[in-house]
């Protein structure tokens, strides 16, 4: 499910299009370095002072396999809410691995686009380009194969990812990245020309776009025969568990107040099944077993060079906006998450040697809770803000005087101005901005509207600029940022939302597995950024750009 928090309109998806993203490949050099603000927190408790050089890890030490999970909507507090019910892989890996809890997604606009594409990329969404769901993997001349009314392609991606420093450093390793979501298989591997599946609810089939292949191959071609999809239809959901679920299952605020309670049944009709599979728990199966299918079938993990297999697994975000992060449906999608990774490491390791692979996992955003439940629980005034009202006299008065609108452009608490056509207009720029900041602070539920060319001195002591900062391209003409009161959110009707600066949303776990790392519970703060860098070393691999992160030193043995 998309999130729903301040959707971009016609007007801005138009504006991204036709000058953000038009960039020339030269740009990719410089939007590789940052400059303004530092990005780190004034807080965080990590040596900022240069460290020794470190020799590269031995060649007989370095795995064949990376396996890399991002969970949907996977909040970082979930490991101990759930902890005591937890028995699959989840606790596996918790157990067993180096868990930071206090990571972050740390920029503004948590999405899936931006999230998945930090991943990988140990970079910004500043630096990645991928600022917004609505412009992320969106491209009409890479159609979804089989379906062409659908098209998706990391054009608007800049820089490498992990895949291409492996494959730099031998270029006999590959990759496979399989999701429900297209971007999520996407961003993870950046521009890489290789093997990006995703399913497509319109088919029940996994797919891939022409930016990839021209055809499927016949494995894929297998799997999708086996219709494992469509077996589904008529399916119950009921709690995994015969009791110990603390949430009432009776909050009609779930679910737009429709079907809210166990039970929760399937269609009947393949047809439907197949299109509502992405809202149950069996959509993380099928992922896996198709990630399992193609990991036997290419072969990959056997050496000696290092393979990587990226999985995303989308259904926590499906039942988080359906009935929010409070709820008995959220809780038991978490235990069944919990056993299907069980199950797919088992598997896993039972086909390829467990002394040669290493895991991460993280999130690629959290979520808010229920602004209604939330202020049942805790007497705080929450809202449903909607900010897209604040723009509609600026762009009518703008059309009166034949003016395209788009040149004063706002969605995703984002205001981008065209210049130089307003000047040609005979308008003030700064006025507007200005005037513009004076209404939407107007609105309840508004914490603040910042001039994002000023926001940067800022972002040293302010998480909330600095998060903004670390959101937008230095090229993107961003002139205001808006942000909400925390635990207010966007006027969409989801029960759950997500896509603020705020920890809710932001914090996410990070977590590794395997020979390199020291198990334990690790507090100090790291980001999602820091994955990609901390992967690259233990790979012995050397990134090609500079990196946002920085490596996880206290984990790595």
């Known amino acids: 499910m998309k999130s729903v928090t301040l959707h971009a309109t016609s007007s801005m998806r138009r504006f991204f299009r036709t000058t953000v993203f038009s960039f020339a490949p030269l740009l990719l050099a410089c939007t590789s370095t940052s400059s303004g603000a530092p990005e780190r927190p004034a807080t965080a408790s990590v040596a900022t002072a240069s460290r020794p050089e470190r020799a590269m890890p031995p060649d007989d030490s370095v795995p064949t396999l990376v396996v890399f999970i991002t969970i949907d909507q996977m909040r970082a507090d979930y490991f101990d809410r759930f902890a005591s019910q937890l028995t699959g892989g989840l606790a596996r890996l918790a157990r067993g691995g180096a868990l930071f809890t206090n990571a972050f997604q740390d920029h503004a606009i948590t999405e899936t686009a931006p999230g998945h594409a930090t991943t990988l990329s140990g970079r910004f969404p500043r630096h990645t380009g991928i600022v917004v769901n609505s412009a992320g993997v969106q491209d009409p001349q890479s159609p979804v194969i089989g379906s062409p009314s659908l098209n998706a392609s990391p054009f608007r991606f800049r820089g490498g990812t992990l895949i291409d420093w492996i494959r730099i450093k031998d270029p006999r390793s590959r990759a496979l990245s399989v999701s429900r979501k297209d971007r999520a298989a996407i961003l993870p591997l950046g521009r890489a020309h290789q093997s990006v599946y995703w399913y497509d609810p319109t088919s029940g089939r996994f797919s891939t776009s022409t930016y990839y292949a021209d055809t499927l191959p016949e494995w894929v071609r297998d799997f999708n025969a086996r219709r494992v999809p469509q077996s589904y239809a008529g ?323």
């Open 235 to 557: 399916k119950s959901w009921n709690t995994l568990l015969d009791s110990g679920y603390p949430e009432p299952d009776s909050q009609s605020v779930e679910n737009h107040g429709e079907n809210f309670t166990f039970p929760h049944v399937i269609s009947s009709d393949t047809a439907e099944a197949v299109r509502s599979l992405p809202d149950f728990p069996w959509m993380d199966e099928v992922t896996l077993q198709m990630a399992l299918t193609g990991l036997r079938t290419l072969d990959l993990g056997r050496g000696p060079q290092t393979d990587l297999l990226a999985v995303s697994l989308s259904t926590t975000d499906a039942v988080g906006h359906r009935f929010g992060s409070d709820s008995r449906e959220l809780h038991d999608q978490i235990l069944r998450l919990d056993r299907s990774l069980g199950a797919f490491l088992d598997t896993l390791f039972s086909v390829r040697d467990s002394a040669k692979i290493v895991i991460a996992l993280t999130g690629d955003h959290g979520v808010t809770p229920t602004p209604e439940v939330y202020s049942a629980r805790t007497g705080v005034t929450t809202r449903r803000v909607r900010t897209s009202n604040a723009i509609k006299p600026f762009t009518e008065a703008l059309s009166a005087r034949g003016v395209d609108p788009d040149v004063f452009s706002y969605a995703e608490g984002m205001l981008m101005v065209d210049r130089p056509a307003l000047v040609r207009a005979g308008f003030d720029p700064d006025s507007l901005v200005d005037a513009f900041a004076t209404e939407v602070k107007k609105i309840p539920g508004v914490l603040r509207a910042d001039r994002y060319p000023e926001i940067a001195s800022d972002s040293l002591d302010d998480p909330i600029a600095r998060r903004w900062y670390h959101q937008i391209p230095p090229d993107l003409p961003v002139e205001l940022v808006v942000t909400l009161e925390e635990h207010s959110v966007g006027s969409g009707n989801a029960t759950g939302i997500h896509g603020s600066p705020y920890d809710s949303d932001a914090n996410v776990p990070v977590l590794f597995y395997g020979p390199p790392f020291i198990p334990g519970r690790y507090t100090r703060f790291a980001r999602v950024a820091d994955l990609a860098p901390t992967l690259a070393w233990v790979t012995a691999t050397k990134p090609t750009e500079k990196l946002d992160g920085e490596v996880l030193w206290e984990a790595v043995r």
